[in-house]
């Protein structure tokens, strides 16, 4: 029986890892109005007269939504523009937030974009930064370990598939101010971010060490 343990307990992690592998797409409102309202945001916070919003991912950057559902978090980001619920960053442009990926509670990855398009997630840092929502962040619905799990998965995918050097959580974004790759132009658009919290990034750095991403640009 003793001799059984090991292998029983390599079983049951060999399937834990397997969950939350399939990407299923769900595509947000990505129409010319979008594309466009993404031209005009390059154009004003970072001084790039693009046509195209192709971008040349070399940051992950995690989200929580503190919205409860996915049904709720993803019509936060299917519209092109931004509600006018959101006036906090209203002045900020008219392009909707939006993310490439979100996480439902139950490890479910969703697709809501193609992946080296630009989108609104990060101040200062968008037109290289692929984003990560997860669903929840609330004290009522914190993250969850099958979201641990879809967020591991999904670094290394994207790690495998792009030369990605940063990993951050959306809390750390201050510390690429006056980095190479922090084109804010305005300095006055700034937010305060906690998420996707402290505990889950260092959950997230244990498990990714060995892709070997850079440290934070003021932590070295």
Known sequence: MKQGIPILCCVIMLVSCSVSR??????????????????????????????????????????????PTLEGSYDAFLKSKLPTLRADIQQAGLLNV???????RDGTINRLMPENYVARHVIGLNHSAIGIENVGGTEDTPLT?????????????????????????HYEYPLFVGHPLWLEQDEGYRTKKVDPGTDFMLKIRVATKKLKFKPLPQEQ
């Open 22 to 67: 399939k990407i299923i797409d769900r595509p947000i409102v990505f129409d010319e109005e979008r594309i466009q309202l993404t031209r005009d945001y390059q154009l004003e916070h970072y001084g790039l007269q693009e046509e195209s919003i192709v971008m040349e991912p070399k940051l992950i950057v995690l989200h929580w939504t503190a919205i």
């Open 98 to 104: 939006s993310s490439h990926f979100l996480v439902d």
């Open 145 to 169: 370990e099958l979201q641990l799990k879809a967020n591991i998965y999904l670094i290394k995918y994207l790690a495998k598939k792009y030369k990605i050097d940063y990993l951050l959580g």
